[in-house]
């Protein structure tokens, strides 16, 4: 089983950038997707990114693509989501995740693991 804990939000003006990382733990790390959701309150979570476990593949939601970037790195057991371009709308909680399979991964449910979330404010 694997933990995983957020860090790097915080509060940025509208056009900058913040970079969040996610700390797992457990021997496996290589072995799983991660993956990078958010949720504004009252509102549906929503998937944002992912990456495969060798960093193969990654997979963006249309609403970052092009202004967020993820990646990895399994000597680190860490997995980044780089957000540049900030837009107010972007503001809520950040959530990383877990699972052995990428495709489940971006459904969001069911999955192995998932952090406890990080704010992330954008002012404008």
């Known amino acids: 089983q694997v933990q995983l804990v957020e860090s790097g939000g915080g509060l940025v003006q509208a056009g900058g950038s913040l970079r969040l990382s996610c700390a797992a733990s457990?021997?496996?790390?290589?072995?799983?997707?991660m993956g990078w959701f958010r949720q504004a309150p009252g509102k549906e979570r929503e998937f944002i990114a992912a990456?495969?476990?060798?960093?193969?593949?990654?997979y963006y939601a249309d609403s970052v693509r092009g202004r967020f970037t993820i990646s990895r790195d399994n000597a680190k057991h860490t997995v980044y989501l780089q957000m540049n371009s900030l837009k107010p709308e972007d503001t809520t909680v950040y959530y990383c995740?877990?699972?052995?399979?990428?495709?489940?991964?971006?459904?969001?449910?069911?999955?192995?693991?998932w952090g406890q979330g990080t704010l992330v404010t954008v002012s404008s």
């Open positions: 457990g021997r496996t790390f290589s072995g799983y997707a």
């Open positions: 990456i495969t476990g060798l960093s193969f593949s990654t």
């Open positions: 995740a877990a699972d052995r399979v990428v495709g489940r991964l971006k459904t969001g449910k069911a999955l192995d693991a």
